[in-house]
């Protein structure tokens, strides 16, 4: 059993049941996602340079802002609120890494 939902919870650390990687660099069930899951589902190959895209989104009907809930595996253990970001994909303009973060 490796429970995927608990979002509020530091992420496990194990090798992975599959092929025995230490799963150091990302969490397992990253790992799991992105090497043993539906191709489809897959994260997409990183980019050759390091680059994020930050949205700051603003409701006018009342000035209210978008934020996004980060489990505690991803915001050093704690879950937060922040606003919504991520890494840029590679082909991903800055524009599109931002909409896509904010879906």
């Known amino acids: 059993h490796l429970p995927l939902h608990h979002g509020a919870e530091p992420n496990v650390q194990a090798a992975c049941p599959i092929c025995e990687d230490p799963c150091r660099r ?3 069930p990253v790992h799991l996602k992105n ?5 489809e589902t897959r994260e997409p190959e990183r980019a050759p340079f390091p680059a994020f895209a930050w949205c700051v989104c603003r409701r006018g009907s009342d000035g209210h802002f978008l934020l996004v809930n980060e489990p505690a595996g991803i915001s050093r253990g704690k879950p937060r609120y922040w606003l919504p970001a991520g890494r840029v994909d590679r082909g991903e303009t800055l524009e599109e890494a931002a909409r896509r973060e904010c879906r």
Request: aromatic share 0%.
């Open 26 to 28: 990302v969490p397992l």
């Open 35 to 39: 090497e043993h899951g539906p191709p």
